[in-house]
């Protein structure tokens, strides 16, 4: 029986145990979207101390989809060089690192990009969010070689993993919610032409990194609200999506974000990790309000997921994952 602190192997990456720290915008890039001391330092401290595997927080491909000021950015060569520094620095700690790659379409702001959100439809992301233009047919391959570049200079970077950001309301969760989606094309409609844009992701991608680099993807496996994605519609995706060259499934929330209501306690999202297992055979990863090590233990040992996410508890203590080590094996 496998545990949190067994290791695991997904495609070529070798982790020592199940801990993972999960994407989580630290804000310490430049304007230009550069890693910085500050960026190195944040990971470092906590790569040093007993995590299985860091996931670099959303990265944005396109200037179009920069969500925040100082997010990191991966849009052009130049942001090669400093998160290669940031892979050399986590690699010395004895970890493996990922990146996640995103486009945070109609979830980001004029005010942020100079120009009105894109989005699969004409169709705000919530009534605080400006309406976006919808995306023109035409410029679909160039949102996909966005993300295939992006990919590319991940591996270019060291990076052992990289992460298709499909969840919390950002641009491929966009695409297959049928709230945010009423496209009459084919990249509309039923839930396989909504699926067909990231699909199309996940292939080119899988295509252009071969074995460099593992591929997950983060599914907002229940948008969490009316009308929205639920788990039947997402254990349906993640079986696309794996058959489609996807290494690992990350499950988190949709539209609604990384909590959802009706979801509480320490690894809310579990029954819809749970389900996903059910319906793939690549490993699942789960997070959600996670703060104890048997908590997380006990999600691996019941089979519920094969990695698990800690986020907040990891912010709040560097040290966490040193200390469930300890706490696991005494």
């Known amino acids: 029986m496998s545990d949190l602190l067994s290791p695991l192997c997904v495609k070529n990456m070798s982790l020592k145990n199940r801990i993972v720290m999960p994407p989580m915008a630290s804000n310490t890039a430049t304007l230009e ?23 670099v927080e959303h990265t944005y491909v396109l200037k179009s989809g920069k969500y925040r000021e100082r997010q990191l950015g991966i849009d052009c060569d130049d942001h090669v060089g400093p998160l290669s520094e940031l892979t050399r620095r986590v690699h010395a700690c004895g970890a493996a ?20 959100p894109l989005g699969p439809s004409v169709v705000p992301l919530s ?16 949102l996909v070689k966005a993300f295939v570049q992006g990919a590319k200079r991940a591996v270019a970077a060291g990076f052992d993993m990289v992460e298709l950001h499909g969840a919390h309301g950002y641009l491929l969760n966009q695409f297959l919610s ?19 844009f990231p699909l199309e992701v996940v292939t080119a991608v899988c295509s252009a990194v071969g074995p460099d680099a593992a591929i997950f993807y ?9 009308g929205g994605l639920t788990i039947d519609d997402t254990c349906w995706a993640a079986q696309k999506l794996v058959a489609a060259g996807v290494d690992a499934i990350d499950v988190s929330g949709g539209l609604g974000g990384a909590s959802l209501p009706g979801y509480i306690g320490e690894g809310y999202f579990a029954p819809l990790s749970e389900a996903i297992k059910g319906a793939v055979d ?24 094969d990695l698990v996410g800690v986020g907040r508890a990891l912010l709040a203590n560097p040290s966490w994952a040193q200390n469930a080590i300890q706490t696991l094996r005494s």
């Open 33 to 55: 979207g550069m890693a910085t001391e500050a960026t190195f330092r944040y990971y470092e401290e906590r790569a040093d101390r007993g995590v299985g595997l860091i996931i």
């Open 218 to 226: 983060r599914l907002g496996a229940d948008d969490g609200v009316p």
């Open 97 to 116: 690192i990922g990146i996640q790659i995103t486009h945070a379409g109609a979830a980001t702001r004029s005010s942020t990009i100079g120009q009105r």
């Open 282 to 305: 690549v490993p699942v990863m789960v997070t959600g309000g996670i703060t104890t090590p048997e908590a997380a233990d006990s999600l691996v040992r019941q089979g519920k997921a």
């Open 178 to 196: 049928p709230i945010t989606n009423i496209r009459s094309d084919e990249y509309g409609g039923s839930r396989e032409g909504r699926l067909r």
């Open 127 to 142: 009534p605080e969010h400006e309406v976006p233009c919808e995306i023109e047919r035409s410029f679909i391959p160039h």
